[in-house]
């Protein structure tokens, strides 16, 4: 099965179905947790408004960091979930885990 691109989906339709896009979120942070480059978010940001504005439910993967171990606080991606929400114009929902209801 080959991949759909982004053209595909668009093409074949997307509102109310649920995508899940992988982006690659691993942004440097200050001592403090703030953003210090937003390359990476700037970069997924057309696809996921593309997606959105098309009625698609997007669910955004990607890890910030590799703790160890289990989750460490320093690693979170609340920060750069604040950022893509400012950037996207729509709050982004973080989710507290990967399974659950969360």
């Known amino acids: 099965m080959a991949v759909k691109t982004l053209a595909d989906l668009l093409a074949e339709g997307v509102k109310g179905r649920g995508v899940l896009v992988r982006c690659d979120l691993n942004v440097p942070l200050d001592d403090s947790g703030n953003v ?3 390359g990476r978010i700037d970069a997924s940001v057309p ?5 959105t504005d098309a009625g698609a439910k997007v669910i955004v993967t990607a ?11 320093k690693y979170s991606l609340g ?3 604040k950022v893509l929400g400012d950037k996207l ?9 990967v399974v659950g209801t969360d």
């Not at 696809?47 to 997606?51: G, Y």
């Not at 114009?89 to 885990?97: C, E, M, N, Y």
């Open 47 to 51: 696809t996921l408004k593309a997606l």
């Open 79 to 81: 920060p750069v979930a």
């Open 63 to 73: 890890h910030l960091g590799r703790p160890k171990g289990g989750p460490e606080p």
């Open 36 to 38: 210090t480059d937003t």
């Open 89 to 97: 114009g729509r709050h982004v929902q973080l989710a507290g885990d």
